[in-house]
């Protein structure tokens, strides 16, 4: 009669042993072809503005020699300042783009105080404060 301890001194010289599985079996379920979603990040911090700087006063009335904007203070700065017809014949702008680089360029960005008035004849007529 074989005892237990018999066997186990039987399978460690390999007489009846059996062989062992190299891999694991599986037990998870294939899963169908989606795309993966990913997470929303946090929001980012911006980093901090930091504050206009000022032109002095002047390099605010500085303009290239020659310019169209050198045109236009040159006229404006004149006692009587300059009409709307003088500054589209000196430019060869219409209208509407004098008009705009009045308030834009010379008010805004330059920071320059243009008053308008309107002449006894309907003309409107622009000039430089200061």
Do not use: C
Request: a positive charge; zero cysteines; hydrophobic letters at 30%.
């Amino acid at each position: 009669m074989i005892t237990a301890n018999a066997k186990a001194a039987e399978n460690k010289q390999g007489t009846a042993q059996e062989p062992k599985a190299t891999k694991k079996a599986s037990t998870r379920t294939p899963r169908a072809d989606v795309a993966q979603v990913k997470s929303k990040s946090g929001k980012k911090a911006t980093p901090a503005k930091k504050a206009p700087k000022g032109k002095k006063k002047a390099d605010k009335l500085a303009a290239r020699q020659g310019s169209k904007t050198a045109q236009i203070l040159e006229l404006l700065k004149r006692p009587g300042g300059a009409t709307l017809q003088e500054l589209m014949a000196t430019t060869e702008w219409q209208p509407h783009s004098v008009r705009g680089f009045i308030s834009g360029t010379l008010g805004k960005k330059m920071g320059l105080t243009v008053e308008s008035a309107k002449s006894e004849k309907g003309e409107r007529s622009y000039s430089i404060k200061g």
